[in-house]
């Protein structure tokens, strides 16, 4: 075995696919073949399914990222000369595909095996696993992480190794909450984009050397100079995880959400700890779903949708997003795109205050009633519902007691206020005031 390439037996086999374009052209693809090109638009860089290469890490190189085109689907399926391995997992009997060019752990997030993780930059070792048949290149690993005799006795830390054949390999599996660290990190403000008048899009870059493992779907608590907290939804899928995007919706008054839209400067740097919480996409479910958010409540739809996109799930997705007019639907082309896209979305905007004279002919109410609508008996559906507090409590009493959900596939994230804030609001008001506005 040579310093540098691991290896374990086995021949390699190659798979050629044909040439159909290049992943940063600006092509979207649909399953068939179809071309959709959707012009500079920032938000399908949290869409892309390319796993970031080491240079776009890099905080000087993450500058340009805001006009990065990419793909729906995996670049495996529309991408060319590249051959790809087959790789399994021990002792779970899960397999990926691996491009030459990506890192083991980027093909497995890629296609929604969660393997474990902390820095994806080779340093601290929680990626560590053993290959056991096939041929491999360690990549960049540091001697600290693996050291000499961690090589020879096949081991690997896998957000480095690239697979030079197929492969065989022991790793964990993140199969529950309980395996993913809660951590607190700094983050720097990369990016400040006001997507409406009340909601900024923040991307958040973490450390060179650090990584945040999540589930699509969860939230991160911003911790405050006091030591007080405030929780917003990650909105890029896990894989996708270059920068860590929230989508904030200003409340009149709000200390923090006030900093947001006032004084926050790219390059702040904040404090965050997470992941937190249990809204996450159930991926051993095979029942479709029922996606509804309320304004900012898409977030983590958004991260859901796009994850089960880069696993290639075949589930149904039927997405439902409400705001009171169209300004509140503040990334329409990007969730549009889906159902253009795949044949297993289909989005369907909703706007409850239409001004009078808007030509608007698509759906109007409450977002959960024109889902029940669409879908009076939900006695085969998963559910997943984020938003307002008043927003999730009706579509929760409507979806089980009117349409037949299950109740344990009822998943929500409901938006309320921090702690301290509601301790401040009981101390001072009376619990009518906590009733939020359901668009
Ligand atoms: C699990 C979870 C995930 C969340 N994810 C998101 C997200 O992705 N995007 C997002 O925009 N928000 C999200 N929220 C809501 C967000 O945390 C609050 O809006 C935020 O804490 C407000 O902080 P603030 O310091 O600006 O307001 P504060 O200073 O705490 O409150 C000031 C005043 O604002 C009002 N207020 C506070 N919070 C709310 C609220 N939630 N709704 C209505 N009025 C409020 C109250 O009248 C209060 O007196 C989430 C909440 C939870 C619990
Ligand atoms: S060494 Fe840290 S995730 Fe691989």
Known sequence: MQNDIGQAGKTMQTRWSIKVGDERSGATFAPNGALLRIADQRENAVMAEQPRKDATRDVAAADNQE??????????????EAMSFQVSI???????????????LDAALRQGLRLPYGCRDGVCGACRGKVLVGEFEHGKATPQAL????????????CCARARGDLRIESREVRSLADIPVRTLPVRVQKLTRAAPDVMIIDLKLPNSERLQYLAGQYVDILLKDGRRRAFSLANAPHDDTFLQ????????????GHVFGAMKERDILRLRGP?????????????????????????????????????????????WGGRSLVDLYLLPLAQSWSQVLANVRFVPVLSEPPSGLAWDGRTGLVHRAAMVDHANLSGYQAYVCGSPAMVAAARQDFLGRCRLPADEFFADSFDFAADTLEAIDATTHPDSKVDSYD
């Open 276 to 320: 937190q919480g249990g809204f996450f996409l159930r991926e051993d479910s095979r029942k479709p779903m029922l996606l509804v958010a309320g304004g900012t409540g898409f977030a983590p739809i958004k991260a859901i949708v796009e994850h089960a996109i880069a696993e290639r799930s075949e589930r149904p997705m039927h997405v439902y």
């Open 147 to 158: 050291d000499e005799a961690d090589r020879r006795a096949g081991f690997a830390l896998f």
């Open 67 to 80: 006009f990065l085109h990419c793909a729906i689907l995996p670049d495996s399926a529309i991408r060319g």
């Open 246 to 257: 929230l989508h904030v919706r200003r409340v009149p008054g709000g200390q923090f959400t």
């Open 90 to 104: 021990e002792p779970s009997g899960h397999c990926f595909e691996a491009e030459p060019d990506e890192t083991l």
